[in-house]
């Protein structure tokens, strides 16, 4: 009998794992906010969907008359109340981007790579009321090459939490015998990332292996960025009134750099257009 799996999720990446549990054994509803890629794809799709910034409790009301067999939360945002994981038949589970108990919390994905991790991977666990505490039903890890950034790898292990997680739900009697308890003198905890999570001082810059982590890590958001003072850009093609302000200069992956206002470009191409004082921001940066 096919399950009735309410999924929960925002984001550009739970919609990978969204997809791939909707292709291999169906999703019944979804949870989610206004105007996000889950809202548009269960749209397409015609899966009925609740769409609401909070978990009230006519909100869980209205959840429990769907009797759902599993809930299932990946990047969704908003922490479950006890009332909502007391309602599935089976489990609430969730697809956790780090091999638990190491980086609970909100950043798993930034705080690894940050972390010079060479192995990271995905947790599918039963839900409860401590954040990211659950009994862990399955696990499978990925070796990372040094590359990756967040977008790049949450690519990767939200396809893998959805693919293990569907084995979990057919398989469910199997898994919940394998349970294990986390281990609390292993557990690491992460915090949610701000903007100015990704500010460097060019006063004090960080070293080579560090920025290189950052700029990975901060990708797509917060990037990582600095305040940075022109001056004398003579082929640059800021006004001369700017060229003594302070602008917003953004270091990306690749090599690549973008300045307040302008486009996208390599480090040989912001070099040409903004000469020795771009050389000079780069060399201080050890980026050249």
Not at 47 to 75: A, R, W, Y
Not at 133 to 148: F, H, K, P, R, V
Not at 228 to 251: C, F, G, Q, Y
């Amino acid at each position: 009998m096919k399950q009735k799996i309410v999924f929960f999720g925002n984001t550009q990446h739970s919609l990978i794992g969204l997809k791939v549990i909707n292709k291999e054994i169906g999703i019944f509803h979804v949870v989610t906010i206004e105007n996000s890629p889950i809202e548009k794809f269960a749209r397409e799709e015609n899966i009925p969907s609740t769409v609401t910034k909070t978990l009230d409790e006519q909100t869980v009301k209205n959840l429990e008359k769907l009797t759902p067999d599993f809930l299932v939360v990946e990047d969704y945002g908003l922490i479950l109340p006890d009332s909502l994981l007391n309602i599935p038949k089976y489990a609430p589970l969730n697809i956790h981007h780090s091999l638990l108990p190491e980086y609970r919390g909100p950043s798993p994905v930034p705080s690894a790579i940050l972390a010079g991790e060479k192995i990271t991977g995905v947790s599918i666990i039963k839900m409860t009321a401590e954040v990211d505490a659950g009994d862990i039903l399955a696990q499978t890890s990925y070796e990372m090459n040094g590359t990756e950034t967040t977008d790049s790898l949450l690519i990767i292990l939200n396809k893998l939490g959805a693919k293990l997680l569907v084995d979990v739900i057919n398989n469910y009697d199997e898994f919940l015998k394998k349970t294990k308890k986390q281990t609390l003198p292993k557990t690491k905890y992460t915090d949610r990332m701000t903007r100015e999570s990704g500010l460097i001082d060019l006063k004090n810059p960080p070293n080579p292996q560090i920025l290189d982590r950052m700029i990975r890590a901060y990708y797509p958001w917060p990037t990582v960025w600095m305040k940075w003072k022109m001056e004398n850009a003579l082929r640059s093609s800021e006004p001369k009134d700017l060229r003594k302000k302070l602008k917003i200069v953004k270091l990306l992956p690749n090599k690549r750099i973008q300045v307040e206002g302008k486009r996208v470009m390599d480090y040989k191409n912001f070099v040409n257009g903004y000469q020795q004082q771009g050389e000079d921001l780069l060399k201080k940066l050890n980026l050249i």
